[in-house]
C-alpha cells in the first residue's frame, strides 16, 4: 500500500530491494491495494487490485495471505489470574517482562513487539535470569536484529538514517556497494549495498543495514561492534583476513562522511 517496500528501512536500500526483486522477475507494486479475490473456473486465482494506473487483475495459481496473527490470549482465561492485554490482546509486560501480577512473566509473541523467534528466546533469557536466578535483566535498550532471507539477503540492526534524523540525532553515514566487496565478486554474488549511520560525536555505530550476499552475516558483526559500543574507527582500521566478506567492513567504514 505504501511507497515503497520495507516501510522501516531507508528508502535507498527499499529501492535496493525492489530492484533485486524486479531484476529476478518479481512484479513490485507499490500503492496498491487488493480489492477482490476470486477463484476462476480452471481452479486459477484472478487478483483484482487498484494502484497508481487505476484497477488491474493479475492471474495466478497461488495465492499468499501474509496478514499476520492475533495472540490466543483469549484462550487462557487471564481475566481469573488478573493478567492485562492491551486491546489487540498481547500481554502487557515490564522491562522484566513480568506482568501486571507480580511473578507472572510473558515471553515471545503473546506479549506483542517483533515477533522473532530469536526475541522469544532472548526473552526467555531475561526471565530465566530474573526468575530463576534473582537476577535484574531487561529488555531496556536491547538490540533486535533480522534478516530477510531473500537472495541476496537483507540484515538489518539499530537505527537506520531516516529514523536518526527523525530523532534530531547528528549523523554521519557509511555507504557502499557490494560490487566494492572483493569477497562477493568472487562469489558471483555482487547486487545490493551495505549501508551504516554513526554518532557524528562519539563515532559509536547506531546501526546498519546490508543488503548483499550473507548480509545477516555481516549485519551481526557490526551488531557485536554496537553492542561494545565500539567507535567505527575499529572497524575502518582494524585488520581482516582476506579475501573475506568481513573485509568489506574496513571499505564500508572508510566512507562516513567527514
Known amino acids: 500500500r505504501g511507497p515503497q517496500l520495507l516501510s522501516r528501512e531507508d528508502t535507498d536500500v527499499a529501492e535496493a530491494v525492489a530492484e533485486i526483486l524486479r531484476e529476478d522477475g518479481v512484479a513490485v507494486l507499490l500503492e496498491t491495494e487488493a480489492q477482490s479475490v476470486r477463484q476462476d473456473e480452471s481452479g486459477g486465482i484472478q487478483l483484482t487490485v487498484n494502484g497508481p494506473d487505476g484497477e488491474d487483475t493479475i492471474s495466478g495459481s497461488h495465492l499468499l495471505v501474509a496478514a ?78 533480522y534478516t530477510v532471507f531473500m537472495d541476496p539477503q537483507l540484515g538489518r540492526v539499530g537505527l537506520g538514517e531516516a529514523e536518526a534524523r527523525e530523532q534530531g540525532r547528528d549523523v554521519r553515514v557509511a555507504s557502499m556497494p557490494m560490487s566494492h566487496v572483493a569477497r562477493a565478486l568472487e562469489m558471483d554474488e555482487s547486487r545490493g549495498m551495505m549501508k551504516a549511520v554513526v554518532d557524528a560525536g562519539t563515532g559509536e555505530i547506531l546501526g546498519c543495514a546490508v543488503l548483499g550476499i550473507e548480509g545477516g552475516e555481516i549485519m551481526a558483526m557490526i551488531q557485536i561492534a554496537i553492542m561494545g559500543k565500539l567507535p567505527y574507527t575499529a572497524l575502518r582500521d582494524g585488520m581482516f583476513a582476506h579475501p573475506t566478506l568481513a573485509e568489506s567492513l574496513n571499505s564500508l567504514f572508510a566512507t562516513v562522511e567527514e
Do not use: C, M, W
Request: hydrophobic share 35%.
Open 68 to 145: 499476520g496473527r492475533p495472540p490466543n490470549t483469549d484462550l487462557l482465561n487471564l481475566e481469573a489470574a488478573g493478567v492485562e492485554t492491551d486491546k489487540r490482546g498481547h500481554v502487557k509486560v515490564n522491562e522484566r517482562l513480568e506482568t501486571n501480577v507480580p511473578g507472572v512473566y510473558a515471553l515471545g509473541d503473546v506479549k506483542g513487539g517483533p515477533a522473532f523467534t530469536h526475541v522469544s528466546y532472548n526473552d526467555y533469557q531475561v526471565i530465566e535470569a530474573n526468575l530463576l536466578n534473582g537476577g535484574d535483566a531487561t529488555i531496556a535498550d536491547r538490540l533486535v536484529p
